[in-house]
């Protein structure tokens, strides 16, 4: 069900990617040899669901050894199926269908506590949310977004050091750009045509025991471009 539901996601969406606009995609060398479980990537988030359609794209593109281009849609016949990402529970179940479908293509879903329905908030914690995570790193790839939301600016969240911390994951940060001025904010619908979409990965880290939680979460600001601190409310 996987498979179908990822091969169908991808032609629908390849256009968008590859004609309508062009990515251009750096670092795929360092990832091709990673192994098939326990890897984590980090990336900025633009979109809701755009930003990890395109990453889909380009690990189905390097599983057949295609490096920094996902111009041969063939790959989409024989896509990796191992594959997994962090999703806000309320976005993936009070969307509508197309994020519901989208969810059985490997959502890890996670309920957030300082953001609900577009707004700030404060709740308890999901004390389930890391061993979700954990689980997925066991069994495959995961990629997560520690921003935590789409927002410009917004800050890493510290649930995601402390992830690291508790599962050891091979940690390969990404930086992607283009995707917020391509595409309307969640992602399905072309806002700016010919715009050049950028995804860039960046060489894989093996934290040490020894790292703190902020050496961690600055390692990755620096790597990913994300912010230490909300720099919309300074």
């Known amino acids: 069900m996987k498979r179908i ?3 169908v996601l991808g032609w629908l969406t390849y256009a968008r990617l590859s004609i309508y606009n062009k990515t251009e995609i750096k670092g795929t060398e360092k990832i091709v040899d990673l192994p098939r479980e326990g890897v984590l990537f980090l990336s900025n988030h633009q979109t809701y669901f755009m930003d990890v359609i395109c990453l889909y794209h380009i690990f189905f593109s390097v ?7 996902i111009r041969f849609p063939f790959y989409l016949f024989g896509p990796r199926s191992r594959l997994f990402y962090v999703a806000a529970s309320e976005t993936m179940k009070e969307d509508g269908f197309l994020p519901r479908v ?3 293509a490997g959502a890890i879903l996670v309920n957030r506590s300082w953001r609900a329905h577009g707004q700030d908030v404060k709740r308890e914690v999901d004390l389930e ?5 954990a689980k997925g790193l066991d ?10 939301t789409t927002r410009p600016f917004a800050p890493i969240r510290k649930g995601t050091a402390h992830l690291i911390k508790a599962a050891n994951p091979i940690v390969v940060p990404v930086q992607i750009n283009g995707f917020r001025r391509a595409f309307d904010k969640k992602g399905f ?4 045509r010919n715009t050049t979409l950028s995804v860039e990965f960046k060489d894989p880290i093996r934290f040490k025991e020894s790292d703190t939680i902020e050496e961690i979460l600055q390692r990755i ?8 601190v909300d720099t919309n409310a300074q």
């Open 5 to 7: 539901i990822v091969f």
């Open 63 to 69: 599983k057949w050894r295609i490096n920094n281009s």
């Open 102 to 104: 989208f969810s059985l």
């Open 129 to 133: 949310a890391q061993d979700k995570v």
């Open 139 to 148: 069994f495959g790839w995961v990629v997560s977004f520690p921003q935590g």
């Open 189 to 192: 619908f072309l806002k700016k």
């Open 221 to 228: 600001s620096d790597e990913t471009g994300i912010p230490m």
